[in-house]
């Protein structure tokens, strides 16, 4: 299957980076909400930043992306002493909203054209996108004890679902990555900016409540 992935040296590169380093900003604002130290600003923005890459990669049966490239831990401390010395109480939880829409949008993106570039079949490689974006703010809340973003009625795990759906379908059509890239990326984001802006949700599953009878 000829999925169009020519850019990746260069293109996937800076877009895993960014993925990277924005989720890492996001664990470090966890932990400023929590009023941890300047190490475990870095331990949270870290474990954020590369958690879902690191699922993915031993799902895939590839090297962790990491490990041989410690540039992405760098990105993440980085990211990390930014929040630390710019942090103000105010916008903090906004910007974890925010700041975690980015990088959900763009580990949507990074996450299935990685694996559709190890030559993955395109319906597993979305669910390995969804899982690069969930994966690492997943630890990152309950390390933090914050309600997890998941667990949240507002849209999340669906706008990473139609952003890397939308980058898998346009690479099978012979887009190049660039083009189907922004579109991935805009579509996860645009959703997920609605949800929080307007507070869109799925309808929850109405029923009776249940006693479990021991």
């Not at 999925?3 to 590169?13: E, I, R, S, Y």
């Not at 910007?95 to 319906?123: E, I, Q, R």
Request: glycine share 12%; hydrophobic share 60%.
């Amino acid at each position: 299957m000829d999925v169009h992935l020519d850019p990746l040296g260069t293109a996937l590169f800076w877009l895993d980076y960014a993925a990277v380093a924005v989720f890492g900003a996001t664990g470090a604002l966890a932990a400023a909400r929590r009023k941890h130290d300047i190490i475990t600003f870095g331990f949270f923005a870290a474990i954020t930043g590369v958690g879902g890459g690191t699922l993915r990669d031993l799902l895939i049966g590839a090297p962790v992306f990491w490990v041989q490239r410690p540039g992405y831990i760098i990105a993440c401390l980085a990211a990390a002493t930014v929040v630390w010395l710019l942090g103000k109480r105010g916008w903090r939880f906004r910007a974890l909203l925010w700041l975690d829409a980015l990088g959900m949008a763009a580990y949507a993106v990074v996450g299935t054209a990685k694996a559709l570039s190890l030559g993955v079949h395109p319906f597993s490689a979305v669910v390995m996108g969804v899982l690069t974006t969930a994966f690492g703010g997943v630890i990152r809340d309950v390390l933090a004890e914050e309600p997890n973003l998941l667990l949240r009625r507002e849209i999340y795990i669906t706008a990473a679902l139609l952003g890397a759906s939308v980058f898998a379908v346009l690479q099978l059509l012979g887009a190049p990555f660039w083009p189907a890239g922004i579109a991935g990326f805009a579509a996860a984001f645009g959703l997920r900016a609605c949800a929080i802006k307007f507070g869109w949700s799925l309808p929850g599953f109405i029923g009776e409540d249940e006693t479990l009878d021991v």
